[in-house]
Every structure is written in C-alpha cells, then in structure tokens.
C-alpha cells in the first residue's frame, strides 16, 4: 500500500468531531443562530461539551457576554437551511425569518430551540480559561429535548468546502459497558 502526503490545512477534514449543530445565542433581545461543527463531548454526567466558536462570529460576543447558547442537532432534512445559516451574518440577517426556522422557548436559558431540529441542548459556559488563546468553551448542558417522533434521525458531518457525509446506518457489536 502506498500512502500519500496529506496537506495539514486540511486534516481537520479527517476528524470531524461530530455532527453539525445550529447554535443559538441571544443578547439584548435578539436571538440569532450559527451554524458549527467543533465541538466534542468532554464528560458524561454532567454533560460537558466542549467548543470552538470563531472571535469574528456574531455569536461569540453573545456567548462570551451571557454565556449561555442552545446546541440544536438537526437531521439531514434541514442540510440547506444549515448551509445558508452558516453563510451569512446575524449581524444583517434575523435568520429564524430568513430560513423559516421556528423559535421555542428553552427552560433553563434565555436562547431558543430550534423546533426542526430533532434535539437541543440548553446550555451555560462554565469554563472560559482556553476562549481568549483558542476561543473554546465549556459548556455544560443543563437540559436536553429530543423529538420522539424522530426515530433514527441522519445528521450531518462537515468534511470542508461545502462537503457532508450523511449518518446513517448503525451497527451493534456486543460491549460490556454499561
């Protein structure tokens, strides 16, 4: 087998980290929504999630400023109104309207659900010492929703310039974990 030179601007390609998720912030009573695909889970009780959000998002101001967002995970369904969210800014655009996506209220924070997207997380910052060298957060998940209705929804994984791999099937192989 031959093994070629992959280029290093391109590895994050290779370890996505899991599905693309629509993050919703609000601030000074404006809900605003951003498409991210960098976040990994950290620990299990409680859900730690950890993420990057870029300095030159409208969304990092907001976080940094309540420190507190929804994670909505949405399925394959909603791969164009993902995409068109993540190309434009929620400086100029009210991206609810704009891609017909319809707000709910979250219980434990002031951002809203997504109410297509088949799960959401409500979430606060609990860690902000790795935001101003790397702009990655902690979050910790504070409540969860998923759609019942949605039985084994397809997510999305970003693979650069535009490019998905689709979730699908599942397989089960015997484990010990509980």
């Not at 659900?113 to 609990?126: G, P």
């Amino acid at each position: 087998m031959t093994k070629k030179n992959f280029p290093l601007s391109r590895v994050y390609r290779l370890l996505e980290p899991g599905p693309v998720v629509l993050v919703t912030t609000a601030r000074k009573g404006k809900a605003n929504i951003m498409t991210m695909s960098w976040q990994t889970m950290m620990e299990f009780e409680p859900p730690l999630v950890g993420c990057v959000i870029s300095g030159r998002n409208y969304s990092f101001d907001a976080l940094l400023a309540t420190k507190e967002c929804v994670l909505n995970i949405p399925a394959a369904n909603l791969a164009k109104q993902v995409v068109g969210v993540g190309n434009c800014s929620g400086k100029k655009v009210d991206k609810f309207r704009k891609f017909k996506l319809t707000p709910l209220p979250a219980s434990q924070v002031a951002p809203p659900l997504i109410a297509e997207c088949f799960a959401n997380l409500e979430c606060r910052v609990v860690d902000t010492r790795m935001v101003n060298k790397y702009n990655f957060f902690v979050l910790e998940v504070v409540k969860a929703w998923i759609d019942p209705s949605m039985k084994n929804p397809r997510t999305l994984h970003h693979q650069g310039k535009g490019v998905f791999s689709v979730a699908g099937g599942t397989i089960k192989l015997p484990s010990k974990m509980k």
